[in-house]
């Protein structure tokens, strides 16, 4: 069973603090997709990263896969009220049996 | 095409009692998934189906559930003589493809189990 470790599991900030939360595992992963879930919705992606060191930007969030394909961060700089809501990380692997194992996630809370 | 479309949003049932969701993805995606999500931890996979083919289900799908995609449309997940453990968020995703590039996820529907 190929296990996600998220943290932190909750973080808590104020408006325009920069913050980083990881996601790390022991098996490899083909790609990894993080998702950003709010209240009482589904999961929306973000970003899909598929290289070993591979580093993506999306406006202020910065993306990294590890060389190993093994872990991953999210880096938020000047974080916003909108910002706030429950960060998931999911590993693929599988080949044609490709599907994602989810973490448990970040919850982060951007205060005002 | 409006996205994941997932019916209803909201379910309370008695315990004992059979329930049934449906999902329907985005018509041109070949994949469909089920997840189920409690509270606190992240979606943990149920099973999913390549076009009208159920591909894998996990072990934590026991007897009482069955899930069906005929013709490769839409889906449904049905759930007999529900328990009290069974309340969590059931959430249906669709891909185009093996789905390594991103799900596309519905709304979900909230189930609790009285």
């Known amino acids: 069973t190929q296990l996600l470790e998220q943290s932190p599991q909750f973080l808590s900030i104020q408006e325009g603090e920069n913050l980083t939360v990881y996601c790390n595992s022991s098996s490899v992963f083909s790609s990894l997709q993080w998702y950003r879930q709010e209240p009482g919705e589904g999961p929306v992606l973000l970003v899909t990263?598929?290289?070993?060191?591979e580093v993506k930007k999306l406006k202020r969030l910065t993306f990294q896969f590890g060389d190993a394909r093994k872990d991953s961060s999210l880096h938020i700089t000047a974080a916003q009220p909108g910002d706030t809501g429950l960060y998931l990380c999911?590993?693929?692997?599988?080949?044609?049996?490709?599907?994602?194992?989810f973490g448990k996630g970040t919850l982060l809370t951007v205060n005002p | 095409d409006t996205g994941v479309s997932q019916d209803p949003r909201h379910k309370i049932t008695k315990r004992g009692q059979n329930v049934t969701f449906r999902c329907d993805p985005i018509s041109e995606h070949n994949r469909l998934y089920w997840y189920r999500q409690t509270l606190g931890q992240g979606p943990e996979f149920l099973t999913y189906?390549?076009?009208?083919?159920?591909?894998?289900k996990s072990r934590l799908l026991s007897d009482r559930f069955s899930a069906e995609r005929p013709k490769g449309s839409f889906s449904t997940l049905e759930i007999q003589r529900t328990e009290q453990g069974d309340s969590a968020m059931y959430l249906c995703a669709s891909s185009l493809g093996d789905g390594s590039y991103g799900y596309t996820f519905g709304s979900g529907t909230r189930l609790t189990v009285v």
């Open positions: 189906f390549q076009n009208e083919a159920q591909l894998e």
């Open positions: 990263v598929v290289t070993g060191g």
């Open positions: 999911a590993g693929g692997s599988g080949g044609s049996n490709y599907k994602l194992t």
